[in-house]
């Protein structure tokens, strides 16, 4: 189904730092990729974000909710995982060959002090996207695999630029949502039905920071710090109240960076692909 319950709402308002992605997801304008699957009495839920390639599954609540919920919804033979470590055996149970990748979720506290940018980043916008797609191109361990080009238009994003115009390092916003404040929440011209957890959520906005990534040549001078502090800016000037990101466990100085900038952990959770589609005849617990 495309809307999500009253249910599933207030599973997803259970832990709103987890569920950032999904919760941003509820935009107007996203119904048509969203499909949910809720299980009010055991608490989970599952989304499957068909808007990206290969879908991306995403989950809530307690382990029996979510296998039940995986069993009354009809996934591909391949998708996206995030998902935190108790929900993995649910979702093992359908797809025997998963590769996953330990992540952290981590969170901003809005109100924090963000150390001033030491080196000037510009906005970028649709205009900048060959440019950042060159920078992607220059891969490595930690280059951006989830980069889409609406997110320039939607989202927050800055660049520092090297003196012939290229971009030595960028970054933005995977999601940044407000109900309140977004050109596509204006457009749309929805009203919340009734005003619950969620609503006050959105209302402050959800954004998460990601694709930050600085040219391998580039790297040790601060850029990285530099512009992820001028996307925190941003978000603070317009007020966001949920403001997440993810890295990689294993990127020790990623990780270094983002708490120096206020980032705390959250949670650990696992990233990667999984194949071979959900048996619906297992047992639902």
Request: overall charge negative; glycine content about 10%.
């Amino acid at each position: 189904m495309n809307r999500l319950s009253a249910e599933g709402r207030a599973i997803l308002a259970e832990d709103p730092v987890w569920a950032a992605y999904a919760i941003a997801d509820l935009r107007p304008d996203l119904a048509r990729y969203c499909r949910w699957a809720v299980s009010p009495q055991k608490g989970g839920l599952v989304l499957l974000f068909t808007g990206l390639e290969p879908p991306i599954l995403l989950a809530a609540g307690t382990t029996e909710g979510v296998h039940t919920a995986l069993g009354s919804i009809d996934l591909p033979p391949e998708l996206s995982l995030s998902v935190q470590l108790s929900h993995l055996p649910a979702v093992q149970s359908g797809y025997p060959c998963i590769d996953t990748e330990c992540m952290l979720r981590m969170s901003f506290a809005p109100r924090t002090n963000v150390p001033l940018p030491v080196h000037t980043a510009v906005p970028l916008c649709g205009m900048d996207l060959q440019r950042l797609q060159d920078l992607y191109r220059c891969g490595g361990e930690f280059a951006p695999d989830a980069f889409d080009s609406s997110q320039l238009d939607d989202g927050f994003f800055f660049g520092i630029e090297d003196k012939d115009g290229s971009l030595l390092s960028a970054g933005g916003t995977h999601i940044a949502y407000s109900s309140t404040r977004s050109p596509s929440a204006r457009a749309s011209g929805a009203q919340p039905r009734n005003s619950d957890a969620i609503d006050a959520i959105l209302a402050e906005g959800v954004a998460a920071i990601g694709n930050v990534y600085t040219r391998p040549d580039s790297r040790g001078k601060g850029y990285g710090t530099a512009v992820t502090a001028s996307i925190l800016h941003a978000l603070q000037v317009t007020n966001y109240g949920t403001i997440v990101l993810n890295v990689s466990a294993h990127n020790l100085a990623a990780q270094s960076i983002y708490e120096k900038l206020g980032f705390v952990t959250h949670c650990h959770f696992l990233e990667g692909l999984a194949s071979e589609i959900f048996d619906k005849g297992l047992e639902e617990g």
